[in-house]
């Protein structure tokens, strides 16, 4: 048994959301390496027992943003839209998966910070401005009581 009551060797399923605060990003993506470090350092678990899953939601949405792309209007961002790509990509070479939303998706369309499909073309589209590996699940509320019913635990940054 490790030092915080888990039984070590335990595959760990989590289950985490990020949603509408801006400020609680930054907050949310080090709670997930504070998550990691803890896992392994104090329970023994191995990366490959850890099984970590982020619905990106709403106005959390920006977190999966490539820092570089193109709007709404098919005008091209240089850098600026998204401060913690480094931090997602990061995460994400450690084995945590992330999925974006499709709501927030067609509302990021309606809005203006994404490309819609009439500029997939110029721009890629919508799906073309996400971090590369970023998966998608339809509605990011279900989602994450979908994943609870398979068995994991849901951890709010």
Same mark, same amino acid.
């Given at each position: 048994? %490790?030092?915080? &009551?888990?039984?070590?060797?335990?595959?760990?399923? $989590?289950? +985490? @959301?990020? #949603?509408? *605060?801006? @400020?609680?990003?930054?907050?949310?993506?080090? /709670?997930?390496? +504070?998550?990691?470090?803890?896992?392994?350092?104090? /329970?023994g678990?191995?990366?490959? =027992?850890? =099984?970590?899953?982020? $619905?990106?939601h709403?106005? &959390?949405?920006?977190?999966?943003?490539? =820092?570089?792309?193109? @709007?709404?209007?098919?005008?091209?961002?240089?850098? %600026?839209? +998204?401060?913690?790509?480094? !931090?997602?990509?990061?995460?994400?070479?450690? &084995? $945590?998966?992330?999925?974006? *939303?499709?709501n927030?998706?067609?509302?990021?369309?309606? +809005?203006?910070?994404?490309?819609?499909? =009439?500029?997939? @073309?110029?721009?890629?589209?919508?799906? #073309? !401005?996400?971090?590369?590996?970023?998966?998608?699940?339809? #509605? &990011?509320?279900? #989602?994450?009581?979908?994943?609870?019913?398979? %068995?994991?635990?849901?951890?709010?940054?």
């Amino acid at each position: 048994v %490790g030092t915080n &009551g888990k039984p070590t060797g335990e595959v760990s399923k $989590v289950i +985490n @959301d990020i #949603a509408n *605060c801006a @400020d609680n990003r930054a907050y949310a993506l080090g /709670n997930l390496r +504070n998550m990691l470090k803890d896992l392994e350092i104090t /329970n023994g678990v191995t990366p490959e =027992d850890i =099984d970590i899953r982020v $619905v990106v939601h709403s106005g &959390g949405g920006y977190v999966l943003l490539n =820092d570089a792309g193109f @709007d709404g209007a098919g005008n091209y961002i240089a850098s %600026g839209r +998204n401060k913690f790509q480094s !931090q997602v990509e990061d995460l994400m070479a450690e &084995g $945590v998966r992330f999925f974006f *939303c499709q709501n927030t998706t067609r509302g990021f369309i309606r +809005n203006g910070t994404l490309p819609g499909p =009439d500029l997939i @073309d110029s721009t890629g589209g919508a799906t #073309a !401005q996400l971090i590369p590996g970023v998966e998608y699940v339809t #509605a &990011g509320v279900t #989602a994450i009581s979908d994943l609870q019913e398979q %068995g994991y635990r849901y951890v709010q940054p």
